[in-house]
């Protein structure tokens, strides 16, 4: 019997220390398997996305080709208490690089790992001016996955785990 334990033991021990790295990663990040949290996301991560854009004064609904494509990199840094800063990065909005414009916000992240963030993000007057996003967010593992859609502005992101 005592044989028996022992080996049931030894199989968990083995289990646990076998968890995909993914696993791990939420687990460090406070989730515990008890659903996610703002502790969830705190640490640095990697973002990269791409939408659209329509220019400020555009009528709405506005003509198909009137919307510009925007791609960004951005490195995330998300406190695990509501905040969040993007201190660097690159924005191209219709062939115009604007580098390491500030953005900063707050999030919110559900039991359910779902949550929502404001990013008020800086941009130059003749990209639109200062702009706050609102953006839908799910957590899975080391991995966010950002949808914005905004008045003049939509798009998606994956964010990435660095540490």
Not at 20 to 25: D, E, F, I
Not at 91 to 108: H, K, L, T, W
Request: proline letters at 6%; glycine letters at 14%.
């Amino acid at each position: 019997m005592r044989v028996l334990i022992r080996i049931g033991f030894l199989a968990l021990l083995l289990a646990i220390g076998n968890r995909p790295a993914s696993a791990q990663v939420a687990t460090s990040n406070g989730n515990h398997g008890l659903g996610c949290s703002n502790r969830t996301v705190q640490g640095a991560w990697a973002i990269q996305g791409s939408g659209s854009f329509v220019p400020p004064g555009t009528a709405l609904p506005f003509v198909l080709g009137q919307a510009i494509p925007v791609n960004f990199q951005n490195l995330g840094i998300f406190d695990g208490k509501g905040k969040v800063v993007l201190p660097t990065g690159v924005d191209v909005i219709g062939g115009i690089i604007e580098r390491n414009v500030p953005n900063s916000g707050s999030y919110s992240v559900n039991s359910d790992c779902s949550g929502e963030m404001r990013l008020l993000t800086e941009h130059s007057p003749d990209l639109g001016g200062p702009h706050e996003h609102h953006i839908h967010l799910m957590v899975a593992d080391d991995t966010i996955y950002f949808t914005f859609m905004d008045p003049g502005a939509t798009g998606s992101a994956i964010g990435k785990l660095i540490r």
